[in-house]
């Protein structure tokens, strides 16, 4: 894979703009699942990304019963238990696409899930977290993932740490972080997928898109929670797109480079970097979009 290019994003964001007579189905209907027990902060920081950037509807699937039953802290997030019959709900719930992975977990619940999601045609999706590992511990879902991505080519993109894109690769980090552009190039080949390579100056590429890299971003990202952030910021982004001309790439690609210069905003007003939040970020995403409608 060639020298990647500088990402240059942001210039995408007019095409969100809203006409006076929309509705929030032009703005997408957006289905996130994970959030198992313990782990259930990871899925509604996903959402708090998603509705703060504008998804019509945010639902959650939390694999947590005393999560979902709780009264969410942002009342707007559409919290529900995690069905047993993951086809049968999303049949019903008709999403216009589809986030996995912030705080799955790996149990047999994760793992029908997981199969169900890879299995449904058509719509976008983002792959993050519990997700990738459970990818790469079974290869039914890898190949679940491939033939997916052939029948609806450009339609997955991949969040990867460096950690997880380790697991995917059956390699170690430091091998990852010592030649990011060779891994990523791996992880497209193996997956057939977009790919987004989190760290100092994520990456992204996919099968038909060269690699672009973000020169945004600061240390004070380094803190859980901010990679379920990105998942839900892209999530939004993709499902409004959907209805005014922004394919998935492109979503990743305002997603990586909005949020990383949120946190750069932030550490220049001093908020940070040590003691940045991603609930900050989030906010200051949804600031900065505005500002470049």
């Known amino acids: 894979m060639s020298t990647p290019t500088k990402l240059q994003a942001l210039e995408l964001i007019h095409r969100l703009k809203r006409g006076p007579s929309e509705h929030k189905g032009n703005a997408g209907k957006v289905l996130l699942v994970g959030g198992a027990p313990g782990m259930s902060g990871a899925l509604m920081l996903a ?12 639902i959650l699937e939390m694999l947590d019963p005393t999560a979902a039953h709780a009264l969410p802290e942002q009342a707007e997030l559409m919290v529900r238990l995690a ?48 997700a990738l590992n459970l990818i790469a511990d079974t290869p039914q879902f890898l190949d679940l993932l491939k033939q997916r991505n052939q029948t609806f080519p450009g339609t997955s993109v991949l969040t990867p ?27 497209v080949k193996l997956t057939n997928s977009i790919v987004v390579l989190k760290g100092q100056h994520t990456l992204i590429a996919s099968p038909t898109n060269a690699a672009v890299q973000c020169d945004q971003g600061n240390p004070g ?71 470049l409608l």
């Open 47 to 58: 959402g708090s990304a998603a509705l703060h950037l504008g998804a019509g509807w945010t």
């Open 161 to 187: 740490h460096p950690g997880e894109a380790a697991h995917l690769l059956n390699t170690s980090a430091a091998s990852v972080q010592e030649d990011r552009i060779a891994a990523l190039s791996n992880l």
């Open 221 to 291: 990202m380094a803190v859980g929670g901010m990679g379920d952030a990105l998942t839900g910021s892209i999530a939004a982004i993709a499902a409004q797109g959907i209805r005014h001309n922004i394919n998935l790439w492109g979503a990743s690609c305002i997603g990586v480079q909005l949020h990383a210069t949120a946190a750069d905003s932030l550490v220049a007003q001093q908020v940070g970097p040590i003691g940045l939040t991603p609930t900050e970020v989030i906010f200051e995403m949804r600031s900065l979009l505005n500002k």
């Open 83 to 130: 069905s047993f019959n993951p086809q049968e709900q999303l049949a019903a719930t008709t999403p216009d696409l589809i986030a996995i992975g912030p705080g799955l977990g790996f149990s047999a619940l994760a793992r029908d899930w997981l199969s169900t999601v890879l299995s449904y045609p058509k719509v976008p999706l983002v792959i993050d977290a519990d």
